[in-house]
């Protein structure tokens, strides 16, 4: 299983992943728009791995005009279903299809990990006007939470992953050392029906790649657990944001 075959495993989940993934606070928009010291609205943006949209909603609803790029013909459908009217190209970090200098900020949600980096930072250097910001983004779920800890524990132990102690620094190592990055951290919450959680929880692309009868006893396991954390069948979702800045 190669990083780009696991990437792409989103396409055949597509809908799922339209309909149960989390979005992202307007906090985080905040903190884009101070680490880059620019506002959003009316600038240039280019949303690389656009996915089902979730990212370019907000762009645009802060009043950015964007483009957006998909390496996935699943996952652009599921983008167009949800935004007709924003320009949607077909393409990945490591070749954009974007002329050079045509945007003032590129952003990456949950999307930067599937490059290659030896491609993707000549692509992001290429496309971005002088003193252009890229912007990468995760949002994961908060293993200081104690319900989410042992959730995390059962996953590594799903997937034969060593357990590691919590490292809030994680998602910022091993960016490119030739560009200079700011961070923040931007915590929030979600409160969804316990079944959104669990679908949230298969469409990512470890279980993807796991196979379905797998993942349907994993997740059969889980909802007892979880009807026992949570007997209302409503689940607290506690998640960080890992956002980087550079100026380029």
Same mark, same amino acid.
């Given at each position: 299983m190669?990083?780009?075959?696991?990437?792409?495993?989103?396409?055949?989940?597509a809908?799922?992943?339209?309909a *149960?993934?989390?979005?992202?606070?307007?906090?985080?928009l905040?903190?884009?728009?101070?680490?880059?010291? &620019?506002?959003?609205?009316?600038?240039?943006?280019?949303?690389?791995?656009?996915?089902?949209g +979730?990212a370019?909603?907000l762009? !645009?609803?802060r009043?950015?005009?964007?483009?957006a790029? %998909?390496?996935?013909?699943?996952m652009?459908?599921?983008?167009?279903?949800?935004?007709?009217?924003?320009?949607?190209?077909?393409?990945?970090?490591? *070749?954009?299809?974007?002329?050079?200098?045509?945007?003032e900020? @590129?952003?990456?949600?949950q999307a930067?990990?599937w490059?290659?980096? &030896?491609?993707?930072?000549?692509?992001?250097?290429?496309?971005?006007?002088?003193?252009?910001?890229?912007?990468?983004?995760? *949002?994961?779920?908060d293993?200081?939470?104690?319900?989410?800890?042992?959730?995390?524990?059962?996953? !590594?132990?799903?997937?034969?992953?060593?357990?590691s102690?919590?490292?809030?620094?994680?998602?910022?190592?091993?960016l490119?050392s030739?560009?200079?990055?700011?961070?923040?951290?931007?915590?929030?919450?979600?409160?969804?029906? +316990?079944?959104?959680?669990?679908?949230?929880?298969a469409s990512?692309?470890?279980?993807?790649? @796991?196979?379905?009868?797998?993942?349907?006893?994993?997740?059969?396991k889980?909802?007892?657990? +979880?009807? %026992?954390?949570?007997? *209302?069948?409503?689940? %607290?979702?506690?998640y960080v944001v890992? +956002?980087?800045?550079?100026?380029?």
């Open positions: 190669t990083i780009t075959s696991q990437a792409r495993s989103f396409d055949t989940a809908a799922s992943y339209a *149960n993934r989390p979005s992202y606070p307007s906090e985080l905040d903190a884009v728009e101070e680490l880059t010291g &620019r506002p959003l609205e009316g600038a240039r943006v280019a949303d690389v791995g656009a996915g089902t +979730l370019t909603m762009l !645009r609803a009043g950015a005009n964007v483009i790029v %998909e390496p996935g013909p699943g652009a459908s599921q983008f167009r279903l949800r935004l007709p009217d924003v320009p949607l190209v077909i393409g990945d970090g490591n *070749n954009l299809p974007l002329a050079s200098a045509s945007v900020v @590129l952003t990456y949600a930067w990990h490059t290659d980096q &030896r491609k993707s930072v000549p692509e992001a250097l290429r496309v971005l006007r002088t003193g252009g910001a890229l912007a990468l983004w995760w *949002n994961d779920s293993s200081t939470i104690p319900w989410i800890a042992n959730q995390d524990a059962r996953l !590594r132990r799903l997937f034969g992953a060593a357990d102690p919590h490292d809030p620094m994680a998602r910022f190592r091993g490119p030739e560009l200079s990055f700011v961070h923040r951290h931007v915590p929030w919450t979600r409160s969804v029906p +316990l079944d959104m959680h669990l679908a949230n929880l990512y692309s470890d279980f993807l790649v @796991l196979g379905q009868e797998a993942t349907n006893t994993f997740i059969a889980e909802l007892d657990l +979880l009807t %026992e954390v949570f007997p *209302n069948r409503m689940v %607290e979702e506690h890992s +956002l980087a800045v550079t100026i380029c």
